[in-house]
């Protein structure tokens, strides 16, 4: 089955500092990646996903990069803010089940 | 629009006991996803329903926990009896079809005792 690495475990970051946020997987027929930002004893929300026929997509402050190749993909945050504190997870999905599987998720800390 | 709701939104009971959760999904979603939230990681896949149909359970270890989704709409996951490891987040979460973007309950916290 899939399985998604992601790394680093925790990331703090200054405010107005720039934040990146990598993942791997394992299955090349994976063509389905979203990020979820999680708050504490919050729900998960999406905040941006790509599809395998893309490289990039960038929406206001975040991007996420998909290298098909290397089979990984990557969140950036520019220009951070305290309130995008929280834990990211990332997520793969594709082939003939459909089935997400999650990483372990990166603590974002943005000090003010 | 109201989004995917779950209860309790909390429960607390002793290991060996019965527990079940509730979740409605958001209107017209016709996949309805049961996960596992374990501290400080992931969530992990129990069931993935389309309408009523369970299509993918090999997550969920079946001599405890059972699920259903008689109408294709509200769904219940069942734990029967329950451990101590078993205390966890419960998400549920609903997508229009397989393969959409996956709308995620505010998940109900099991603590088992």
């Known amino acids: 089955g899939e399985n998604v690495e992601q790394h680093p475990s925790t990331l703090s970051v200054q405010e107005g500092d720039s934040a990146v946020i990598k993942c791997t997987y394992s299955d090349s027929a994976s063509n389905y990646f979203p990020w979820y930002k999680q708050e504490l004893g919050k729900r998960p929300q999406l905040i941006i996903d790509?599809?395998?026929?893309?490289g990039e997509k960038k929406d206001q402050r975040i991007a996420v990069t998909l290298n098909k190749t290397a089979k990984h993909f990557s969140l950036h945050i520019t220009e951070t803010q305290p309130e995008d504190s929280a834990v990211y997870f990332c997520a793969a999905s594709g082939g003939s089940n459909y089935k997400l599987t999650f990483g372990k998720g990166t603590l974002l800390t943005v000090n003010p | 629009e109201a989004g995917v709701v779950q209860s309790p939104r909390y429960k607390i009971i002793e290991k060996k006991q019965p527990v079940a959760f509730w979740c409605n999904p958001i209107?017209?979603?016709?996949?309805l996803y049961w996960y596992l939230q374990n501290l400080g990681q992931g969530p992990e896949l129990l069931i993935r329903?389309?309408?009523?149909?369970?299509?993918?359970d090999s997550q969920l270890p079946k001599d405890r926990f059972s699920a259903e989704r008689l109408k294709g709409v509200d769904s219940t996951l069942k734990i029967q009896p329950a451990e101590l490891g078993d205390s966890a987040v419960y998400l549920c979460?609903?997508?229009?079809?397989?393969?959409?973007?996956?709308?995620f309950g505010p998940g109900t916290r099991l603590t088992v005792l």
């Open positions: 329903y389309e309408n009523e149909e369970a299509v993918d």
């Open positions: 209107s017209g979603h016709n996949t």
């Open positions: 979460a609903s997508s229009l079809d397989h393969g959409d973007e996956q709308f």
């Open positions: 790509i599809r395998s026929n893309v």
